[in-house]
């Protein structure tokens, strides 16, 4: 049933992605925030991919600066450079001033000694040669058995395909309406990742996606009565704001 069922055994328990990093105890998708989730019970750490002027990935979810940092305006106006000035800290408390806006270089250098892996997504739509960029570097870091890419877009997960099938796609979406696995089929992807709305709408659609041979993450829980819900109807995975708190439940359990 595709890599990603391989990930988890029958009986094992849904893992845990940290949204953003463990981004309740530092700046979203800051390095703090990223290695706080690779050291806690996550299993995965997600954050998100956007390209700066001069064609650098980095890791930041809006696509304007202004919420995250002390700078205003989109992140495809800043080069690299520029956008490393910016303090991506403060916003979040005075002891994080100075932490910037991570390079996805810098998290992979991260990532390759960890034993944890991580969900890229990709943000907006991306070119294969973009996608290129990203396959190129994840490969050269030495961590394409920790990586899935995730993406809302499916020309992307599309372009992942031509350019590197051998990294798994997930394809999130808000709504699931109609046959899952034809559009994971479109997107080429192993997994859905998708709300917590279209699993309260539809209780079936656990089932559905795993008849279709697919994965199902939802995305984003933080509580204990969500996370029950979500183990009983038996996704594979949970996108959390607090995966040192679902660790401990999940222990519990
Ligand atoms: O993992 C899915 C989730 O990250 C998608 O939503 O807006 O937090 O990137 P968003
Ligand atoms: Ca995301």
Known sequence: AGAFSSLRSPGEAAFIAGHRGDKTVAPENTLQALGQA???????????????????????HDWTVDRTTNGTGPVWNYSYEELSALDAGSWFGEEFAGATVPSLEEFLNLLRWSTKNAILELKGSW????????ADLIARHGVSDHVMIGSFDIMTLQALQRVSPELPGMLIVRDIVGDPGALAAAAGAV???TSKKAITQDPELVERVHDAGLGIL??????SETWSDAVSLGVDGIVTDRPAELGQWIAQE
């Open 38 to 60: 690779l050291n806690s019970a996550a299993d995965y750490v997600e954050t998100d991919v956007q390209l700066t002027a001069d064609g650098v990935p980095v890791l930041m």
């Open 127 to 134: 070119t294969d040669e973009q996608v290129g960029l990203i």
């Open 191 to 193: 997994a859905l990742v």
């Open 218 to 223: 939802i995305y984003t829980l933080n509580d």
